[in-house]
Every structure is written in C-alpha cells, then in structure tokens.
C-alpha cells in the first residue's frame, strides 16, 4: 500500500470514528437516545472538582422542557412572551442558528408558576417534534426550523396542571399524549405529514412520558396515564395490556417507566415501585408481578437502571437504591435534597449525576452498600427542573430562562 493510500485509509478511519463518537454523544430526545437516562462516552475525573468551567450562557426562555442535542447544534424549547419558542443553537459558542414562534394560550391556576413548555423536544429524520404546554404538537425541520405541520387535537383541553409529557419518535410516527381527564388518549401522526395513523383513546393523559419496548416480538408504548400503565402497539394503537394505577390524594403519575427487556418498572408517590413481566400468550399479552416495594417511590423524577440498582430521588426528597430484581431497598439517604421530590437522575457510568431543583449537580457512586456523594457543583442560581445533557465532558445546564454550557475538567 502507498503511503497516500495508507494516509487516506487513516484519514478515513478517523472520521468514521470521529462520526460514531459524536452519535454516541447525541441527547436527541427525553432521558436520551434510548429514553433510559444512560450516557454514553463519559470519563469520570480522578477527582472531581468543586466548580465546573463556564463556557457561555444564553437566555432562551421560560420552561421546564430539556434541551435536546444532535451533532452540534442546540435545541430548546421554551416561553419568550406569549410565544413558545423553538430555538435552535450552536452547540460550540451559544450563538442562534434559526427560531420559531407561535402564540399559545396562557398557563393559568396552580401551574402558571411554570408558565413555559415542559416537555422536552425529540429530534429524529432530520426533523424535531415539540409539544406545547396546552397541547400543540409542532414538527420543524431540524436543519432550517421551517415549519412542517402544527396540530391541537384537544382544543382547550389540557391535564389538571397542563401538558407534561415529551414526545417519542418512532417508525416515522411521532407519538403523543394528549388531551385532559374527560377525553384524550395517546396519537400517532405520521412523522413527515402530520395526518393521523392512529389513535388510542381509552384514557387521558398525566403528566408521565411514554417508554419503548418490545415485548412477545410486538413493537410498544409503555404508557402511564391519569388511570393505568398501558402497552400499545406501535404499528396500529391496539391497547395489548393494562394495570390500574390511580394517583392517590395528592400524588401524579409523572414518572416515565422503566424498561429492562420485556419488565416494566413503574412508580409513583403514595403507591410504592413495581416491576411486572409482559409476555404473550397466544394471541394476546399478560403481565405478571415480580414483586412490589411499598416503601419507596417517586413523585417528579424517573429512577435510572443500573447494573440491576434502581437508583432515584424518592416523593420525600431523598436519594434511594432498590435491587431491581427483588425490590428490597439496598439504602435511602438520611439527607432530603429536594423537598419537592423534583430532580433528574443520569446514569453516566462511573457515577449517578442528579440534578435537583436548586441547581445543584451531585455525582454519587452507583453501588447497593450506602449513599457515598462524589461531588456537589452549583450550575444555576435559578430552580432547575430539566434535565442536563453529558456529552463527554461538556454539561449543558437550562434553569428558569438560560442554557449555560459547562465543562469537567
């Protein structure tokens, strides 16, 4: 081999790797690429530091949505005005690539103290699907942030404390919950029209966002509602199972659940953790218990599966671990970090990193024997109530109205 063939075959590896590395890095959507919360390509510090290094901040509005992350550019959506904002940055430097802007009705009674959008955008074809906090469900090109389709199935129809829950992109078909308690369901548009492909109505959204798994060979959404956790095919919407789950007095199902092959775990306030096993038999599916922690459970965060450790921030505020396969709690810290029970949790490896809404990120060890912190950074001074995107060792923080890209030295 020449050494210009040699040069060019080296050049070509690298930026085939380069490539893969960067994919590995995508946040394209809730709880990231597999809607698990598990980062890819993260390096621990030998010792962690106590303050991290700012590399710019940008005002993007009001909202508890999470930003999103494809290659480099930087997607928010959030409430500037009266107008939910899409908007597009370069990752590098914060600076704007494009925006888009449509006049939504205003938040109002208890939720108006989180008046913007909450849930977060999914970036998928070349495309970046948004839903607003009172239903609105937009498609943009992702390159350009021309609008593709616009759609309010449920007219003035909205969740006891607005719309919560992010969309899912799958099969081309962008997937939503929608609707209030009296009349709404689960809505599959196709991803490059915006017409309907299907429908489930049986029952009205919380403020939970739906999972995907493949259970009995048969492609599903893993969905909570105002009522149950629900399996729905994704080629048609045909309801394949059901759990009654009711929210108790003053609990939500706002928890996504959580996917382990064909197990489903899921929780919330009041009601305790709960894993059951999907299979199908015959013709239709059943789920059968694996067992139930009554003691631990979550209200405004999802746990995150690791190495058969559930590790979450419980309705108390407090950091918890459960054995995923029995259920017994392994710990439940003594401290109560947020008192609210809000938080995000990401699962990065050598570390849990949790982000509760004082603006202060945590790194903890992922292990059963006892709650060890690793580390505590302040990153907001604002409440921060979405979830960060790792990417190597970029963390891009949004609190109440700013994204701040910082970086682990």
């Known amino acids: 081999m020449s050494h210009v063939s040699r040069t060019f075959g080296w050049l070509v590896l690298a930026l085939l790797l380069g490539s893969v590395a960067g994919f590995a890095q995508d946040w394209p959507q809730w709880r990231g690429p597999n809607r698990d919360g598990h980062v890819a ?4 510090p030998a010792t962690w530091p106590k303050t991290l290094t700012q590399g710019w901040k940008v005002k993007v509005g009001l909202g508890d949505a999470s930003p999103v992350l494809v290659g ?3 997607y928010a959506f959030a409430l500037v005005g009266d107008q939910e ?4 940055l370069n990752a590098a430097d914060g600076t704007q690539v494009w925006m888009d802007h449509y006049t939504a009705p205003p938040v109002t009674g208890p939720a108006a103290r989180h008046a913007g959008p909450r849930g977060t955008p999914a970036v998928a074809n070349g495309k970046i699907v948004t839903l607003g906090s009172s239903g609105t469900v937009s498609c943009l090109d992702a390159a350009t942030g021309t609008k593709l389709w616009r759609k309010d199935e449920f007219p003035n129809m909205v969740p006891m404390f607005f719309t919560s829950m992010s969309p899912l992109i799958v099969d081309g078909l962008a997937i939503a919950q929608l609707g209030g308690r009296a009349q709404g369901g689960i809505i599959a548009y196709d991803l490059t029209t915006g017409d ?6 049986g029952e009205g959204p919380e403020y939970a966002s739906p999972a995907l798994m493949t259970a009995g060979g048969v492609k599903q959404i893993v969905a909570l509602t105002n009522k149950s956790v629900v399996g729905v095919a994704v080629a048609d919407g045909k309801l ?3 759990i009654a789950f009711p929210p108790a007095m003053r609990a939500y199902n706002a928890a996504t659940p959580i996917i382990d092959g064909s197990t489903v775990i899921y929780t919330g306030a009041k009601r305790g953790t ?4 999907v299979e199908k038999k015959g013709d239709a599916f059943t789920t059968t218990e694996l067992w139930s922690n009554p003691d631990v459970a979550v209200q405004y965060n999802t746990p995150v599966l ?7 921030l419980s309705a108390q505020g407090s950091f918890f671990c459960l054995n995923a396969k029995t259920g017994k709690t392994a710990w439940i810290d003594t401290a109560v970090t947020d008192k609210g029970g ?6 990065v490896g050598a570390a849990i990193l949790a982000l509760p809404s004082n603006g202060e990120l945590i790194a903890f060890k992922p292990t059963d024997a006892a709650y060890t912190e690793l580390a505590r950074i302040k990153v907001a001074d604002t409440p921060t109530y979405a979830s960060p995107i790792v990417a190597g060792n970029r963390i891009f923080i949004k609190d109440a109205d700013s994204i701040t890209l910082w970086t682990l030295k």
């Not at 809000?342 to 699962?347: A, H, I, N, Q, S």
Request: hydrophobic share 45%; glycine share 10%.
């Open 274 to 277: 709960h894993a059951v096993q």
């Open 342 to 347: 809000f938080g995000t949790l990401l699962d």
């Open 240 to 242: 394949l199972w059901s």
């Open 41 to 44: 390509g993260f390096t621990a």
């Open 85 to 88: 904002t899409t908007v597009c």
């Open 306 to 312: 690791e190495d058969g450790l559930l590790y979450g």
């Open 196 to 201: 309907v492909k299907w429908r489930w109505v």
């Open 72 to 74: 480099n550019k930087l």
